[in-house]
Structure formats: C-alpha cells, structure tokens
C-alpha cells in the first residue's frame, strides 16, 4: 500500500487520526507541566488541498469536506472543535484550502512550555518541513528514520508526553516494524501515550498484528477503528485504525461518542462501522 500522505491528505483516514490526536493533546494540557509529542513519521506538515497533486485524488472532499459541511450531534461536535479550530486557523476565508499534517495540528493546540519532535527520512520532505518550523524554538524537526525514534528519543525530557507512529505503509514489514519499536520503546518510557495507526485493507495483516500486539504483554492498549466500507476482494482501503496505548482515563468514553458519529458520517451510505476493543487492560 502506499499512503503518501501529499495524496491522501485530509481524508477520512486522516480525520478520524487527527481527532484523535488533538483529543490526546487536549488531555495533555490539563497539567500545567510540559509535555512532547514525538512524532515519528511527519511528513511534510502542512499540505494545499488545491494543489496538482490533491486534485489527482480529491479524498479530502468525502472527508474533511465533508465534516465542514455537515455538523456531527452535538456531543461529538463539541469534541472535534480543539481540530476544526485549527483547520479554520489556517483557512480563515472558509472551506479548506490548506491542511495541516500531524506536526502542524499538534503545534498549533501547543501552549507556550510544550514541545514537539518532528522526525522525517525523506530528504524533501524533512527539508520542507524544516522550513515550516523554522524559527520556531518549540519544534525540533529531525532528518531521521522514525523507527529509529522509537529507541533513541524516548524517555523525553519532560517526562511526560506522546509517541506518533504514522508510517505510511509504503514497504513490506510495517506492521511488524511497529510490534517492535513499540515493545522497544515501552521498555524506555512506559509511561508515555502511544498511538499507532494503521490502515484497514488487509484483514489478516491486521489480524496476525493485533495478535502481536497482545503477545508482547503491554498493559493499557485500546483499539479504535473507523470503516467506511466492507472489506473487498481484492482489498482497498476500508478503513482507519489506531492502537492507543495508555490512554488517558477520559478517552474511552469520549471515542464511544465519536467513533459511531464518524462512521456514520464518513461512510458510504449505511456501510459506515466502528470498533472500540481493549486489546490488554490493566497489567
């Protein structure tokens, strides 16, 4: 699969992680210490929907499009604010025009002590990304494999904080990659967030990756998974998963309200579904 996100940027996949994320941040804003995110995969941060490339495959319209134009019920709603005040920070004339990567989203829901690590292995985009936050002394953009993250920049120094893996599931091994810098990273910063999507078109990769994933033993990890569509032969993209690893205590309930919300509205009709599953519990 390839999911460069240039082609891909703001469609459901990316809402439904990006909510998700901004919640994560919203959380980690209720203690006045300092936290990071570090974000593993960043791409480029920041990408114009009217672009040659978006307009070769204009996802974003059935996604974040979408969402613009029809409201959720009001309790989701309310949670997705913390992300749609940003996409309206950045398209202040209305619509979306420009959306923000993962990088981009978490800085703008920053207050002042927090801080971000912005890892990138392609040259362009980590150079494009560089450019982004130049200047900014609350991201540190990184030319770097993200794997390697995984290892050499956990525990941060803050101490408390958020893990990002967003691979783009361009090779062969991602999963597996992921089962590992996870078990890696855990060792290091056990107490930290993770959250590690993943797509949705190979139902026995995700089978087989799960099952790795209680197999390691780590306590506290959620599985959320949004589908707007079956499962095909042969596969396509039907969905968008995230595995949450110590989640904040709130998150739960919160998910319960968003998952069927965007199910319903990002989905074809009537073939919308939702999943919300503890892989582990408590240790």
């Known amino acids: 699969m390839n999911y460069s996100h240039a082609f891909h940027a703001g469609n459901f996949a990316d809402v439904m992680k990006h909510i998700v994320l901004a919640r ?3 959380y980690l804003k209720k203690k006045d210490s300092a936290f990071r995110v570090i974000d593993t995969h960043a791409g480029i941060g920041r990408y114009d929907l009217t672009g040659e490339i978006a307009k070769r495959s204009p996802e974003w319209v059935d996604g974040v499009g979408r969402l613009l134009r029809t409201p959720l019920p009001q309790k989701a709603q309310a949670l997705v604010e913390p992300y ?5 920070e950045l398209n202040p004339g209305g619509g979306v025009e420009i959306y923000p990567g993962s990088p981009l989203l978490v800085r703008k829901l920053f207050r002042p002590q927090d801080r971000l690590s912005a890892l990138e292995l392609h040259p362009e985009y980590a150079k ?6 130049e200047g900014d002394v609350q991201v540190r953009v990184i030319h770097l494999d993200g794997w390697l993250a995984l ?3 956990v525990p941060p120094k803050e101490k408390r904080g958020l893990v990002l893996v967003d691979p783009p599931f361009e090779e062969k091994g991602e999963f597996d990659r992921m089962v590992d810098g996870l078990v890696k990273a855990h060792k290091k910063f056990a107490g930290g967030i993770y959250a590690l999507w993943y797509p949705l078109k190979d139902t026995r990769a995700v089978h087989d990756f799960v099952s790795a994933l209680h197999g390691t033993g780590i306590p506290k990890m959620l599985r959320a998974e949004v589908s707007i569509r079956p499962a095909s032969n042969p596969p ?11 989640p904040p205590f709130t998150l739960e309930g919160e998910l319960r309200i968003l998952l069927p919300a965007l ?3 990002l989905g074809d009709p009537g073939l919308g579904r939702h999943k919300l599953e503890w892989i582990r519990g408590e240790a």
Not at 84 to 88: A, D, Q, W
Not at 236 to 246: Q, W
């Open 24 to 26: 994560l941040v919203e």
């Open 236 to 246: 396509r993209l039907h969905g968008s998963g995230l595995i949450l690893v110590n």
């Open 128 to 133: 494009r990304l560089g450019i982004l936050f």
């Open 263 to 265: 199910a319903q509205l």
């Open 84 to 88: 749609l005040n940003v996409i309206r």
């Open 151 to 153: 290892n050499a920049h």
